[in-house]
Nanobody, 128 residues
Framework: QVQLVESGGGVVQAGGSLRLACSAS????????MGWFRQAPGKEREFVAV????????YYADSVRGRFTISRLKAENTVYLQMNRLVPEDTAIYYC?????????????????????WGTGTLVTVSS
């Protein structure tokens, strides 16, 4: 079992920045891939970014590449999502996810079904 707890959401004006954090606990060693997804009202959950345990694999959705940065502090088993130049279209509930059992690689990690554990989400609202 893996427990994921997100923090850092809030309201920000367009052009501003926010940093989300996700703390993982429960699985010995914590050596698994972690990522972020988001879900806007009336839309399906979509991939945002993912980072493998080794750090060798990092993937971003086209819509956030160049604006968002995913990083990980292994010692604290925490993954971060630094979000810059936010736009109203970034408004969504952001979910942290962990891939423990799924096959490695972008095709798996970039889909909700490729993640095994989820946090409860944190709301990000970008005002225009």
């Amino acid at each position: 079992q893996v427990q994921l707890v997100e923090s850092g959401g809030g309201v920000v004006q367009a052009g501003g920045s926010l940093r989300l954090a996700c703390s993982a606990s429960g699985r010995a060693g914590g050596r698994f891939t972690m990522g972020w997804f988001r879900q806007a009202p009336g839309k399906e959950r979509e991939f945002v970014a993912v980072l493998s345990w080794s750090g060798a694999a990092i993937y971003y959705a086209d819509s956030v590449r160049g604006r968002f940065t995913i990083s990980r502090l292994k010692a604290e088993n925490t993954v971060y999502l630094q979000m810059n130049r936010l736009v109203p279209e970034d408004t969504a509930i952001y979910y942290c996810a962990a891939a423990v059992f799924s096959p490695p690689g972008y095709s798996s990690w970039s889909t909700p079904s490729g993640m095994d554990y989820w946090g409860t989400g944190t709301l990000v609202t970008v005002s225009s």
